[in-house]
């Protein structure tokens, strides 16, 4: 599976967008982006996941770059309770396709 | 989506000991459900890989003696921990692959294991 890059860290403050970026310039074609979230002292959260095309779900929205090299996920308007760490996870479609979790970027969520 | 548990949410035991956690799919038939371990502030590392009907696949670095994986349902994984010890202390999270769409996998709340 490609490997990502994130921030460590971010701030964002209650009620704005949180944009959260990826890198996976090696990513190959068949290989989905997914995104998940982990709360403190929680089993990590599904968000979203994409191949090429933009996403969008009740949660949040995912925007892969033409190249798909990188991408980025949007939570329109954060709140406190989306202070966690966020992974972003490359893996190839099929059900016994694993994933494997990077540092992910923590976001905080302020007033 | 799918929904997974498991039990329990919290154990803490004597070294030497050994400790069952169950992780159950509770609506859909899981031929393939995943044990990770997460050491505080560190990220998830998968363990193994759990097939309903057939031996797990261990990871790299993990002891498969040490750590028990039975997966004899579709709906049941239990992770044994034999002869846990101090290290062994960690947050146990088990996922399934909900075979639906494109794989999404759904995980279970975690066990905080602490041996003492």
């Known amino acids: 599976d490609a490997k990502t890059t994130q921030p460590p860290s971010m701030d964002c403050a209650e009620g704005r967008a949180a944009n959260l970026p990826c890198n996976h310039s090696?990513?190959?074609?068949?290989?989905?982006v997914y995104w998940y979230r982990q709360i403190h002292s929680q089993g990590p959260q599904y968000i979203i996941h994409g191949l090429k095309n933009n996403e969008t779900n009740e949660m949040a929205s995912l925007i892969i770059t033409e190249d798909r090299k990188s991408s980025t996920l949007i939570l329109p308007h954060a709140t406190l309770r989306d202070t966690a760490v966020y992974y972003c996870i490359v893996r190839a479609r099929g059900t016994a396709s694993k994933l494997t979790f990077g540092t992910g970027t923590r976001l905080q969520v302020t007033l | 989506g799918a929904v997974v548990s498991q039990h329990p949410s919290w154990v803490i035991c004597k070294s030497g000991t050994s400790v069952k956690i169950e992780c159950r799919s509770l609506d859909f038939q899981a031929t393939t459900m995943f044990w990770y371990r997460q050491f505080p502030k560190q990220s998830l590392m998968l363990m193994a890989t759990?097939?309903?009907?057939?031996?797990?696949?261990?990871e790299q670095g993990v002891e498969k003696d040490k750590f028990l994986i039975n997966h004899a349902s579709l709906t049941l994984s239990t992770l044994t921990v034999t002869s846990a010890h101090p290290e062994d202390s960690s947050f146990y999270i088990c996922s399934e692959n909900s075979g639906r769409t494109d794989n999404e996998q759904f995980f279970g709340p975690g066990t905080r294991l602490t041996v003492l």
């Open positions: 090696t990513i190959s074609g068949n290989e989905y």
């Open positions: 759990s097939n309903e009907g057939s031996k797990a696949t261990y």
